[in-house]
């Protein structure tokens, strides 16, 4: 029982990572309509026309944002390379119930993440354009939040039930 629910745990863990990476490196954030042309925005540059430029003004929230994607990615990482580890070694408990907590607080620093972006989104973007939406990118951000949570789960759950089963019997002694 522990290898399936660690092992969905890990898998889960594994696209939550390559979302989270994707979602915190691609430009589609946002998307507007600015001075008559599509502009997007993602946490580290806007783009008009195709053409892509950094982000000019230092704003508190890009940086918070940044900072705790940043961080959900290394924790996510961390979960999934000690849920790799209990496979590779045999069934640690205490590496899975580790990933476990680190694929949580991966998925709440990144639920951290969107929710300060989705406030200040709408309340500051939302009121100066009025023809713009959140886009891929961020959709792709609360998928891996979901799938973070999950992984989570699964892997604590794993754990619970590794320490609740009795060991097998030992077999050696007959």
Not at 1 to 19: D, R
Not at 36 to 51: H, V
Not at 71 to 87: D, Q, R, T
Not at 144 to 170: C, H, K, V
Request: charged content about 10%.
């Amino acid at each position: 029982m522990l290898y399936t629910l660690a092992g969905g745990g890990t898998l889960c863990g594994v696209a939550a990572l390559v979302l989270l990476i994707v979602s915190t490196a691609t430009d589609f954030w946002m998307q507007y309509r600015y001075s008559g042309n599509s502009a997007s925005q993602g946490l580290w540059r806007f783009c008009i026309n195709n053409k892509c430029h950094a982000h000019t003004l230092t704003v508190a929230f890009w940086d918070a944002t940044r900072a705790f994607m940043l961080l959900s990615i290394l924790s996510c990482f961390a979960g999934v390379v000690l849920g790799l580890s209990a496979f590779a070694n045999g069934a640690k408990s205490r590496r899975v119930r580790t990933g476990g907590i680190a694929l949580l607080l991966s998925g709440f620093l990144a639920l951290l993440a969107l929710a300060i972006y989705t406030g200040v989104t709408v309340n500051f973007f939302g009121k100066r354009y009025i023809d713009w939406r959140f886009s891929w990118s961020y959709i792709l951000g609360w998928l891996g939040i979901i799938l973070s949570l999950t992984a989570g789960m699964f892997q604590l759950w794993a754990y619970q039930r590794n320490t609740a089963e009795p060991p097998p019997p030992d077999l050696s002694d007959s």
